[in-house]
């Protein structure tokens, strides 16, 4: 499978540092269809590593280390962003700087010390170290009170000493703080993300002009350069003024809603509703407890009344199945409406 | 910073694991944590799988599923990255709307940076394909091919993800027996097609060696869905490096020139000859006048004793 196809149009680049071969030739349309694809695939992947092997071992020099060659790699080229912000530089503490000016340094102690009690080296720290606290026996010194426990005294002294040191480690992480240092890790982890100052100005811009006023009234921030105010304001009529004037305007709005309405007299509602009024008043004989019964009721099979059917039948008819399909759910919902009514927090009035 | 910290870590063992923690010049290689959704299909759950494998040391697979939408809510991508010391992350799902979604993203200071969804196609797993593995730890060879992603602006933004994402430990030397990894990512159709090869070095007749391959697995196409990537202002932040203290040249010294002497040119200004502060010479305060006069015998010198002797004569 000879592919040259790629090769030849535009070269590659390279970034070493990361092992990075970039081809910008399209793949061959053709030859990415059906079976082909994959020993496509395998070829233009096999002519990049040779060409970025081939940059490895020209551009890099070879070392032997211990058997192994090795070739040392350059930085990467490529941008990559890092995984947390760069480490803040820690201002000295009280000690260092006292240190500093007095100029002293400070002295590597080797870790074995001779002890005199045991007369052998023993180590400076760990395991195995000459402690004081472990003594047996101690010396009571002519100056102290004969009844004191000097064991305990050793004890208390060495627990001052220890919370003189945190508290003097508390002041120099609270003087880094206010001198501008980042706050302290309380937990693990690194802080928030700040924002440049070009996403502050933004953020301010946007706050100021997020009021009524569009921030006219908003006081300035030093070193702000405020531009003209953007945003549209709401204007408002004045309270006090003329009377017909104001009339005017409300009657403008409603002969605006009113217009709006292209029949402002719903005819089939109207016709609808003449006609239940004449029923009722007409069927007054044949409605029992106020309520129309469907003249369909007593027999089985369909009604013929004189003069055809009315209207009204024939729309029942014709809505018949869909009124069922209503009534039965109109049903359910009374139901759920009953249930609901029974249920009530106060007094029904 | 450990010492920054008002809790002190009471062991040694977390005194190192915060160290790791801690913001550093040079950084640890980035980790990967994998999450699966409320629903998995058999090939993206086994695709995470696979990603988790080629990632290895430098990876993390939550046990439990994890019914999130990162694209809505992030937060418990970020809480878990800050809880588990990662930045890159990988989310997997699969929903009737979003079939074999796989979401790749990463962190900056635990905070979402960017994040791009592919929509995993042509799955093939890792166990699939007969080939012998390379060893954990490989720092793999990358190709792009394709004239898209060095001209699309989202595609760039996919490369650079990819990149941080497959770019395996940051080495200072690499063996050279030990290139034995290459991932190849090619744009075709509005796909990534992304394979993985062992390479085999082979002698050639020169010195650079003969390439060979196998296609070692997993095989998948990522057709790109949704994204959220930085704004500049985000990436040019991730972006700034530490100030590496440099050997700052001082000019116009010779700090050595040969001979163990240190040579520098003194540059004094402009003087005035006569405005010079030297040595306090009386016979200069006096004016030039008194030095010769007329009958071309010097006047004597003048010692201020003998003012005051003048003074109390007179």
Known sequence: ?349 | MASNSVIKPKTQAGKRALARREEKVIENTKSCLLIRGGNTSEAIGSCLKDLYSLKKPHALMLKRRNPILPFEEISFVEKMSRKYDCSLFAFASHSKKRPNNLVLGRLFNYQLLDMIEFGVEGYQPLCTFPVAKVPVGTKPCLSFQGEEFDSDPTLMAIKNLLLDMFQGPRVEKIRLQGIEHLIQFSYCDGQILVRSYRILLKSSGSKIPRVELFEMGPRFGLRLRRHKLATPEQFKQARRQPKVATIKKIKNIVPDDGLGNRLGRVHVGRQELDKLQTRKVKALKRPREDFNAADGKKIKKRRLSDNKKQKNKG
């Open chain 1, 1 to 349: 499978h000879a592919m040259s196809v790629l090769a030849t149009s535009v070269p590659p680049t390279f970034d070493l540092g990361l092992l990075l071969i970039n081809n910008p030739n399209p793949l061959d349309p053709a030859s990415t269809r059906g079976p082909e694809l994959e020993p496509y695939l395998a070829a233009v992947a096999r002519e990049n590593a040779q060409s970025l092997l081939s940059e490895i071992w020209q551009r890099l020099p070879a070392e032997r280390v211990e058997d192994a060659v090795v070739a040392p790699l350059p930085p990467p080229s490529t941008p990559l962003p890092r995984e947390k912000p760069p480490p803040k530089p820690k201002p000295p503490s009280r000690w260092e700087e006292f240190a500093r000016l007095k100029s002293i340094r400070r002295n590597k102690k080797e870790q074995a010390v001779w002890d005199e009690a045991t007369g052998e080296w023993r180590p400076r720290w760990g395991y195995g170290r000459a402690d004081p606290s472990k003594e047996w026996l101690l010396e009571v010194p002519a100056s102290a009170d004969p009844n004191e426990d000097q064991f305990g005294r050793l004890k208390k002294e060495k627990k001052e000493r220890v919370a003189k040191n945190e508290l003097q480690r508390l002041k120099n992480i609270s003087r880094n703080m206010r001198l501008g240092g980042t706050l302290p890790a309380l937990s693990a982890g690194g802080g928030g993300a700040t924002s440049s100052s070009k996403e502050l100005k933004r953020a301010l811009v946007v706050a100021k002009r997020s009021d009524a006023s569009v921030g006219q009234f908003s006081a300035k921030v030093g070193g702000e350069k405020v531009g003209h105010l953007q945003g549209r304001r709401r204007h408002f009529l004045p309270n006090t003024g003329s009377l017909t004037a104001e009339r005017g305007i409300q009657e403008q709005v409603l002969k605006e809603l009113a217009a709006r309405r292209t029949d402002p007299l719903n005819t089939e509602r109207a016709v609808n509703r003449l006609q239940q009024q004449r029923e009722q008043s007409g069927d007054a004989a044949n409605a029992v407890n106020g309520r129309r019964r469907p003249q369909k009721k007593k027999t089985a099979g369909k009604v013929s009344t004189e003069g055809g059917k009315s209207r009204r039948q024939n729309a029942r008819d014709s809505k018949s199945r869909k009124y069922k399909k209503a009534a039965a759910s109109g049903r359910a919902n009374q139901k759920m409406k009953s249930l609901m009514k029974s249920k009530t927090l106060g007094k029904r009035k």
